[in-house]
């Protein structure tokens, strides 16, 4: 179980940085229309990965926490 809990925010990072590469290999590479394909393609497989990861962290959160099994996964923490 302590696995899950430390491969969801490892993947959620790992999207987060597929994004900004794609972003950088965009910027940098303005000339170029294979490179800036190359980094639409990153950013837009970023931005997913980042939605799904959170919105299934936030469902297993929502469902965890309803039925008392909090034990499972790390809690968001809301102040």
């Not at 430390?6 to 990072?13: E, F």
């Amino acid at each position: 179980m302590d696995l899950i809990s430390l491969a969801i925010p490892i993947v959620i990072g790992l999207s987060l940085i597929a994004f900004l590469w794609g972003l950088t290999v965009f910027i940098l590479n303005a000339d170029n229309e294979e490179k800036i394909t190359e980094g639409k393609t990153f950013m837009v497989w970023g931005v997913i990965g980042l939605f799904v990861m959170v919105s299934v962290w936030g469902i297993i959160n929502l469902l965890t926490g309803s039925f008392g099994f909090d034990f499972i996964f790390p809690q968001l923490k809301t102040s």
